[in-house]
Structures are given as C-alpha cells and as structure tokens.
C-alpha cells in the first residue's frame, strides 16, 4: 500500500486537524495543568470526540462504530500528538477497544455505547515495574467460587483514577487471562499521581478483589493472545502520537528559527541551524513512514506487523526524542521557560517515550525477534 493518504483518509485528516486546532490545542493543556484537574483531561472534550465520531474508528459496524483501521486511528493520534490534547482516546478508544473486540457480545454491549459517546473512559493495568515488562506479570487470580479472587499492585496505570473500568492482566492456573475491573470494586486502591506531562496515572492494589466469570475478557487463561492484540495497538497508537508530538515540536521551532532575529536578520538563515533543521525533517519523514507502513499491516493481520510495530516504536521514540531536545536548543535560553511551548512537548515525549515500552525495549524486542 502506498504511504500516503487516498480521499477518505484524507478528510479525517483534515476534519481532525482543525477539530485539534481549534478545540485541544496547547492552550488547552495548559489550562488543565494550571488548574490542577484530577483527571488531567476534559470530559465535555472527550464527549466532543464522541460526536466526531472519533471514538468509534476501531469498533466495528455491528457494534455500532465506524469498522476502520489502526492507519485511521493512527491520523487521530498524531493530530493529538501535535497539539498534546489531553485525552483518553489512546488507552480507551484503541488500546480498550482492542481488547474489548475480543470479549463477549454481552461485554462490548455493556461498555463499547458509553465509550462512542465519549461518555466511559477505560485504563489499561498491565505494568508491575518501573518499565514496560508486560512478560513479567506477577498478579495473580484465584479461583473463587464461580469467579476470580485478585490480588497484586499495578503502576503506571494511565487514567487509573477517573476510569469507569480498568482492563487487568493477571495470572491464572495455565496462563493469562484478561478482567474488566468496574471503578469502586471493593478492595481496590487506587493511588492517583501527576507525571511529568501533566496526565494523572495511578498506583493500583487489588487487594483480594472478587469478581465473577462475567468479568473475564476473552477465555480463562487464553489472555496472552488478547493482550498482544491490546498492546499491539496501543505501540503503535503511541508511535503516530509520538509522531504527532515530533512534527508539532519541529513546526514551532522552525517558526522559531523564521521570527527569531540575531545580528540583522533571522537565525534561520544561518547554515548551521539549517543543517540541523533538515536533519530533523528527514528524521520524522522516516518515522512517519514506518508507523504508517506499521499500521497497514496490523490491518492487514500481517506475520510481519509485531516486528515492524516495534520498529515503528524505536524509531518514533528516537526521532521525537530529537526533535525536542534540538527544539529547546535552537530556542536558546528561552527554550527552557515555561512561557515557551517546546517544553510542554519535551515532557510530552518524556512521559509517551515509557508508555507501552521505550525505544531500548523495543530495539531488544526487534532483535530477538531476528535471532539475536
């Protein structure tokens, strides 16, 4: 497939650029970080996704959703990248969603309506480390009765604390196996904590929490197969928005380098500064490139998609991770303030970087997966 948009895709892109533009631009975080929201994002801007019809790309037509794919999702999430929206639209609308589409007609009916109304809001609990280790879940479910009995602690639970349900992997008798885990269930804590982009994840103990066979996702110890699905589009979810913050971080900066005056006349025409700045612009061509390729796969259902998700995660992450700090050094000094936006979008890429695992984990994983 060709890497470029056809008609259709392109209106979303369009459509998504200005509804960012206009209504989740910078000034939006800024607004809910200065005013210290709990949840760290809008809800009446979540439900203006519901009305885009935003929230229903990668729900199917049966369920009432829009039947598209991770490469039309994928235009979303850049968009969100390039102005931080603050949303939930990663973990609920594509990594949530994933999972759901692989449960129950009674599981994706209770909960896939309030999610395309921008009304449910899901968290993912997977992590246990201080990193990304989806392979070293420990938490444990017993069986109870004709149900489950849960215990063990989850970090780095992205919207922990304002999700209506959280999506828990745990370990059963013969494997994994994936819970739909209501808000206020007895026995689970919820620690809320502001990270450094301003988003609010959460620590989670689950601390004997007893649930029924209806909060199974999938089959009882056939997770492992759904959790791949879910993380799959959650990495390369993450990569477009990652891609989004890359290219929002080079347009101000090039801007920048335009207004910015020194010694009679713009430090853009300084050939230095230009190298560096053509530099940047090929870097993220090429990670746009490959999360797009990436994306056609999954859809696809292609062999070859976990290998090139996790490429397209490495090289999102490095080629981002560069935009930003070149960002805040052609700003100079100024680059270091608070009045300027560059450094909204260092900390975005700081805080995304970890999310569904960073380029180190990635890099290791393409490797392995080559024999190394």
Same mark, same amino acid.
């Given at each position: 497939?060709?890497?470029?948009?056809?008609?259709?895709?392109?209106?979303? *892109?369009?459509?998504?650029?200005?509804?960012?533009?206009?209504?989740?631009?910078?000034a939006?975080?800024?607004? %809910?970080?200065?005013?210290?929201?709990?949840?760290?994002?809008?809800?009446?801007?979540?439900?203006? %996704?519901?009305?885009?019809?935003?929230?229903?790309?990668?729900?199917?037509?049966?369920?009432?959703?829009?039947?598209?794919?991770?490469?039309?999702a994928?235009?979303i999430?850049?968009?969100?990248?390039?102005?931080?929206?603050?949303?939930?639209f990663?973990?609920?609308?594509?990594?949530?969603?994933?999972?759901?589409?692989?449960?129950?007609?009674?599981?994706?009916s209770?909960?896939?309506?309030?999610?395309?109304?921008?009304e449910?809001?899901?968290?993912?609990?997977?992590?246990?480390?201080?990193?990304?280790?989806?392979?070293?879940?420990?938490?444990?479910?017993?069986?109870?009765?004709?149900?489950?009995?849960?215990n063990?602690?989850?970090?780095?639970?992205?919207?922990?604390?304002?999700?209506?349900?959280?999506?828990?992997?745990?370990?059963?008798?013969?494997?994994?196996?994936?819970?739909?885990?209501?808000?206020?269930?007895?026995?689970?804590?919820?620690?809320?904590v502001?990270?450094?982009?301003?988003?609010?994840?959460?620590?989670?103990?689950?601390?004997n929490?007893?649930l029924?066979?209806?909060?199974?996702?999938?089959?009882?110890?056939?997770?492992?197969?759904?959790?791949?699905?879910?993380?799959?589009?959650?990495?390369i979810?993450?990569?477009?928005?990652?891609?989004?913050?890359? *290219?929002?971080?080079?347009?101000?900066?090039?801007?920048?380098?335009?207004?910015?005056k020194? %010694?009679?006349?713009?430090?853009?025409?300084?050939?230095?500064?230009?190298?560096?700045?053509?530099?940047?612009?090929?870097?993220?061509?090429?990670?746009?490139?490959?999360?797009?390729?990436?994306?056609?796969?999954?859809?696809?259902?292609?062999?070859?998609?976990?290998?090139?998700?996790?490429?397209?995660?490495?090289?999102?992450?490095?080629?981002?991770?560069?935009s930003?700090?070149?960002?805040?050094?052609?700003h100079?000094?100024?680059?270091?303030?608070?009045?300027?936006?560059i450094?909204?979008?260092?900390?975005?890429?700081?805080?995304?970087?970890?999310? %569904?695992?960073?380029?180190n984990?990635?890099?290791n994983?393409?490797a392995?997966?080559?024999?190394?």
């Amino acid at each position: 497939m060709p890497l470029y948009h056809n008609d259709e895709q392109q209106m979303l *892109a369009d459509s998504a650029r200005e509804f960012m533009k206009s209504e989740a631009p910078v000034a939006h975080l800024r607004e %809910f970080r200065d005013k210290n929201c709990k949840d760290g994002f809008s809800h009446s801007l979540w439900k203006q %996704f519901g009305e885009m019809g935003f929230n229903g790309i990668l729900v199917s037509e049966d369920d009432g959703g829009l039947g598209m794919g991770h490469y039309e999702a994928g235009i979303i999430l850049e968009e969100i990248g390039r102005n931080l929206s603050p949303s939930p639209f990663l973990t609920t609308a594509v990594a949530g969603v994933e999972a759901l589409n692989a449960g129950s007609a009674e599981m994706r009916s209770r909960w896939l309506p309030g999610i395309l109304a921008g009304e449910t809001v899901l968290a993912l609990a997977i992590d246990e480390q201080a990193k990304h280790r989806p392979e070293a879940i420990a938490m444990e479910a017993q069986r109870s009765g004709n149900g489950f009995r849960l215990n063990g602690k989850k970090q780095f639970v992205i919207h922990g604390a304002s999700a209506d349900m959280l999506i828990v992997a745990a370990r059963t008798d013969n494997g994994l196996t994936l819970f739909a885990v209501e808000k206020d269930t007895k026995g689970m804590d919820v620690e809320a904590v502001r990270l450094v982009d301003s988003a609010v994840a959460a620590h989670v103990t689950l601390d004997n929490v007893e649930l029924t066979a209806d909060a199974v996702i999938g089959e009882v110890d056939q997770g492992a197969a759904v959790l791949d699905r879910m993380l799959r589009a959650g990495r390369i979810g993450s990569a477009a928005e990652t891609v989004g913050v890359g *290219a929002g971080a080079m347009d101000i900066t090039v801007n920048y380098l335009k207004e910015r005056k020194q %010694f009679g006349k713009a430090i853009g025409e300084f050939q230095g500064l230009q190298h560096r700045a053509a530099h940047l612009y090929s870097e993220i061509e090429i990670a746009r490139a490959v999360v797009m390729k990436a994306q056609q796969l999954c859809d696809e259902g292609s062999a070859n998609a976990e290998m090139m998700v996790s490429v397209a995660k490495a090289k999102a992450g490095r080629a981002t991770n560069l935009s930003v700090r070149e960002g805040v050094q052609m700003h100079g000094g100024v680059g270091m303030t608070d009045e300027y936006d560059i450094g909204l979008y260092m900390k975005r890429d700081r805080a995304l970087a970890e999310f %569904f695992g960073d380029a180190n984990y990635h890099i290791n994983r393409v490797a392995q997966m080559n024999g190394y």
